[in-house]
C-alpha cells in the first residue's frame, strides 16, 4: 500500500527524551482562544441536529423543509473542514479538552497523537495520554465495520429523501413509514458503533486508520461525547421506529 502523504504540519514539540510518537504538535503563533474555538465547535455541530429535524419532523411546507435540510447538510463540510483544520493542534480528539501552551496539561509527553488517513491525507490528532486507546479502538471499528454502517445510515437516508421529495409534489402516504424506517436503521446503526467500539482492541501498530465518515464531525464535540450522544438518541430513535411498526 502507497503511503500517504502527510499534510503540511506545524513543527513538533523538541521535548527532550520523549518519542515521535508521544510528541504533540506545538501550537503556531496566533492561536485561537480555547473558549471561542470550543463554541464554534458546538455551533457547528448543532447544523447536524438542525438537519435531522427538518429531515424527520419535516415541518410544513415539506419543499421547503427538504430543500433547507440538503442545503445545509452539504454546505457544512465548507465550515467544519476548515473548523478541523484549527482545532487538530489544539483539542483532545476524544474529549474535546483544550491542549494549548500554557494550559493544563501544556505541550509535553502527556498527550500522544493518533494518525488518521482521510481522502489521502493524513491527519496526526492529539489526544490525552489516557484517550489514546479508546480512540484508537472506536476508529478501528469504523474501518471494520464501514460497510454495514454505511448500509445503516445512507439506504434511509437516500429512502426518506425520496419520501419527503414525493410528499413535496403531494404524494406524502409513504413518508410516515419511511420516517420511521430511517429512525429505526439509523438508531440500530449509531447504537451499534458507540457500544461496540468497546469490544475492540486497540490497533496494534502505528499504520494511520482509514476514516470511513466525514472525520470533521469528530472535532467539533470530541469523540467520547458524540458516542454518548449516538447511545441516548440511538436509544429513543429505535423506541420511536419500533413503536411506528408495532403500533
Request: net charge positive; charged share 10%.
Amino acid at each position: 500500500m502507497r503511503p500517504l502523504p502527510a499534510p503540511p504540519e506545524p513543527p513538533l514539540d523538541p521535548t527532550p527524551g520523549v518519542s515521535r510518537e508521544s510528541r504533540p504538535r506545538a501550537a503556531g503563533g496566533g492561536e485561537p482562544g480555547g473558549r471561542r474555538l470550543q463554541a464554534v465547535g458546538v455551533l457547528l455541530f448543532l447544523f447536524i441536529p438542525l438537519v435531522l429535524y427538518l429531515f424527520v419532523r419535516h415541518p410544513e411546507p415539506v419543499a421547503a423543509s427538504l430543500a433547507a435540510g440538503i442545503v445545509l447538510m452539504a454546505g457544512h463540510r465548507f465550515l467544519a473542514r476548515p473548523y478541523m483544520a484549527r482545532a487538530v493542534p489544539h483539542k483532545c480528539l476524544w474529549c474535546n479538552r483544550m491542549l494549548l501552551p500554557g494550559s493544563t496539561p501544556a505541550l509535553d509527553a502527556s498527550t500522544l497523537t493518533l494518525d488518521l488517513a482521510l481522502d489521502g491525507r493524513l491527519i496526526a490528532a492529539r489526544c490525552c495520554a489516557a484517550h489514546h486507546a479508546p480512540a484508537g479502538r472506536f476508529f478501528r471499528f469504523l474501518a471494520l465495520a464501514r460497510l454495514p454502517l454505511r448500509l445503516g445510515i445512507f439506504g434511509p437516508l437516500l429512502l426518506l429523501l425520496a419520501a419527503l421529495a414525493a410528499a413535496a409534489a403531494g404524494h406524502a402516504h409513504a413518508l410516515p413509514a419511511a420516517t420511521a424506517l430511517f429512525q429505526l436503521a439509523v438508531g440500530l446503526t449509531v447504537s451499534a458503533a458507540a457500544w461496540g467500539c468497546l469490544l475492540m482492541r486497540p490497533p496494534a501498530g502505528p499504520a494511520p486508520l482509514p476514516v470511513p465518515f466525514p472525520a470533521h464531525n469528530f472535532f467539533l464535540l470530541g469523540v467520547g461525547p458524540l458516542l454518548w450522544i449516538f447511545r441516548l438518541v440511538g436509544a429513543w430513535w429505535i423506541v420511536r421506529g419500533l413503536g411506528f411498526f408495532l403500533s
